[in-house]
Structures are given as structure tokens and as C-alpha cells.
């Protein structure tokens, strides 16, 4: 069944790229509602932002949309990587600025919150879009495909000179807590020789060893290290789910993306829908509940920091 807030989660941060401070409030949604962002902070224009692939106005370092009137939210990619993996199908987000909350850059103080007041079901069952032909998105190195599947699985492979990350691949079945227990936890990172370039162009103002990994050759500058040793490309996966989960509903597919990021998988999203006959709706049934990813998670499931 569809699914919702028990309660309103309030969460409070700093912008990854603005550096301000930043509140945001989940909110349970009706039957039918999807996911939304209301700007709580705008009063003379449309506050209401569909977390929609079609309202993705921005893929560089995070995922922004943008509604008709120009109302703007970014960094959105992690909350909708929880929301997607814990299987919230209706709410509300409200925050008072343009950007969400980095908190410590992964997908692990949403999913807190939001399984520590848990999930109410719905009088409605979930409807998915199940992919029916391959789809291929390539642009300069970068390779993304969406292909049928019985249930979301991601498979991902990255390369990067430095050697504290190097070739990394990782393939997984999103169902039955897989993504609380797998890739919740694993951090944004960046490389040291980016950063300045980067607070120079007015982006990551509020990053630190706090919210990303920062790796500079084959060190890791952050005190604690990695958290696994794959979790880079852990982290590529969260960000595939999040944006994936802009659809506006699970798919049902087998998403492989090498070198992908924010723009590959919006691109795809957008060539998914403009394919005649490379998906469909479908009503999920209770036999069919183990195929998403946010059914039948545990309290075993939740990584230990």
C-alpha cells in the first residue's frame, strides 16, 4: 500500500553549496499526493515545487528543480534517496531556503527520522513504472542504461585518477531494506584540487570534513576515513536512487550507469518517457511488495555509525 508520515520530521542543517542555514519539515501527504517542496520562506509567488525529472532545471554537483515561477530548491538528491528507500510515497516538504540541509553528507539523518517515526499505511495500493525496453543514455565518457527488470537494481562503476578512490563497482537489488543497509550511510566526497575552484565559483561555501569526504591522491583527509571501502561509488548509487525516485513513482528496472551522475540519469528519465513503449504503469500487489524498495526493513538493517 501507499505509504506516509506518522508524524511531521523536522530536520534543520547548512547548505552544502550556499552555506546558509537551512530548515526543512516533512509533512504526511494524502492518498495520490507524491512528493512535493513547499518554500515556506516565499510569499509573493507559487511556493509549490514538484519533485518531478520534468522540473530539473540544474545537474551540476546536485540535482535542483524549479517551478513555472522560477522557485528553486537544490541538493534535493539525498532526501529523495531516503524518501525512495524507505518507501514514502506522499509528503510535504517544507523549507524555509533554496537548499536542503547536507546534514553529514549522506542520506542517514533523513532515514533516522523518518523510520524513528515511522510509516502509516494508505487506503490505496502503489502504482510503479515498469521499464519494457532498454534505454540508453551516452554522452563524452559517460555510458547510463535502463533495462526490464523484476525490481529496482542498481549497478554502478566509477573511475577516478586518484587512488584513493580508483575503479570502484558495485551492484545491488534495492529491495527489502537494501538501500537503509548498503548505501545510506556512505558520504558525498571530493577531490582536495576541486575545492577551491569551486568555493571560487560560489559552490560547496558550506562543505567540509563534517559533510564530504575529501580525498587528495591516495589520501583520505578526513580523520575517520571511509566508511566502507567501496563508498564512493555507494554514494553514486544513492544520488542514481534519489534522482530516479523524480519519476514521481518506484520503477521497476535495472538501472547500470558508468562515469553517470545528476544529468545522466535525468537525461535518461527523460528518454525513458519520450520512448514509446519502454515502460508502463503497473498496480503493485501485497505479493508483489518485496520488489520495492522501502518494504520490509528492519531495525537490523540500519548501519551503526
Not at 1 to 8: N, R
Not at 290 to 297: A, K, S, V, Y
Amino acid at each position: 500500500m501507499q505509504k506516509t508520515l506518522k508524524s511531521p520530521v523536522t530536520l534543520r542543517g547548512t547548505g552544502l553549496h550556499s552555506g546558509k542555514p537551512a530548515n526543512l519539515r516533512l509533512v504526511p501527504a494524502g492518498v495520490g499526493h507524491g512528493i512535493v517542496f513547499h518554500r515556506v520562506d516565499v510569499t509573493d509567488r507559487d511556493q509549490v515545487i514538484p519533485a518531478n525529472y520534468l522540473a530539473v532545471n540544474d545537474t551540476q554537483l546536485c540535482t535542483r528543480v524549479s517551478n513555472n515561477e522560477g522557485v528553486e530548491v537544490s541538493t534535493i538528491e539525498h532526501l529523495m534517496a531516503a524518501l525512495a528507500g524507505t518507501g514514502v510515497n506522499n509528503a510535504v516538504i517544507e523549507i524555509d531556503g533554496p537548499e536542503v540541509p547536507i546534514m553529514d553528507g549522506s542520506a542517514i539523518s533523513f532515514v533516522r527520522e523518518i523510520l524513528a517515526v515511522g510509516l502509516a499505511d494508505q487506503d490505496a495500493p502503489v502504482r510503479a513504472i515498469r521499464v519494457l525496453r532498454d534505454v540508453t543514455v551516452t554522452f563524452d565518457d559517460v555510458i547510463v542504461t535502463l533495462s526490464p527488470a523484476d525490481n529496482l537494481e542498481i549497478d554502478f562503476s566509477i573511475d577516478f585518477s586518484d587512488r584513493a578512490i580508483g575503479e570502484q563497482h558495485k551492484k545491488l537489488n534495492m529491495a527489502n531494506g537494501t538501500f537503509v543497509r548498503e548505501l545510506s550511510d556512505c558520504r558525498t566526497f571530493v577531490r582536495r584540487n576541486d575545492v577551491e575552484m569551486l568555493q571560487a565559483n560560489g559552490l560547496a561555501l558550506g562543505g567540509s570534513l563534517d559533510n564530504a569526504i575529501v580525498v587528495d591522491q591516495d589520501k583520505v583527509l578526513n580523520p575517520e576515513g571511509f566508511r566502507r571501502a567501496d563508498e564512493c561509488v555507494r554514494h553514486k548509487m544513492l544520488d542514481a536512487l534519489g534522482d530516479l525516485y523524480l519519476a514521481g513513482a518506484p520503477i521497476l528496472g535495472r538501472y547500470v550507469g558508468n562515469r553517470a551522475g545528476h544529468r545522466a540519469t535525468n537525461e535518461l528519465l527523460r528518454a525513458l518517457f519520450a520512448t514509446d513503449g519502454a515502460w508502463e504503469w503497473v498496480t503493485c500487489s501485497p505479493e508483489q511488495d518485496h520488489d520495492l524498495p522501502g518494504t520490509d526493513i528492519k531495525s537490523s538493517d540500519f548501519p551503526t555509525l
